[in-house]
């Protein structure tokens, strides 16, 4: 088994689609939880990025890890 180099060194991001898959949750409740925990400032600024799904364009937002 060959396992990919990692650098400790980088940041390390999971998208708010890949955190409601993981967890088998709704994106749009993912998305709610993120903005809610980003203005309290438990976490930082979320950056976005559009996606397409279905010929529909919809955003979704990518957050840092803390321990990076």
Do not use: C, W
């Given at each position: 088994?060959?396992?990919?180099?990692?650098?400790?060194?980088a940041v390390k991001t999971m998208s708010s689609r890949e955190?409601?898959?993981?967890?088998?949750?709704?994106?749009?409740?993912?998305?709610?939880?993120?903005?809610?925990?980003?203005?309290?400032?438990?976490?930082?600024t979320l950056a976005t990025q559009e996606?397409?799904?279905?010929?529909?364009?919809?955003?979704?937002?990518?957050?840092?890890?803390?321990?990076?």
């Amino acid at each position: 088994i060959v396992l990919p180099v990692v650098d400790p060194g980088a940041v390390k991001t999971m998208s708010s689609r890949e955190i409601a898959q993981l967890i088998e949750k709704q994106h749009y409740n993912i998305k709610i939880s993120a903005e809610r925990l980003s203005a309290s400032g438990v976490i930082g600024t979320l950056a976005t990025q559009e996606f397409t799904h279905n010929g529909n364009i919809y955003t979704e937002y990518l957050s840092a890890s803390a321990t990076a």
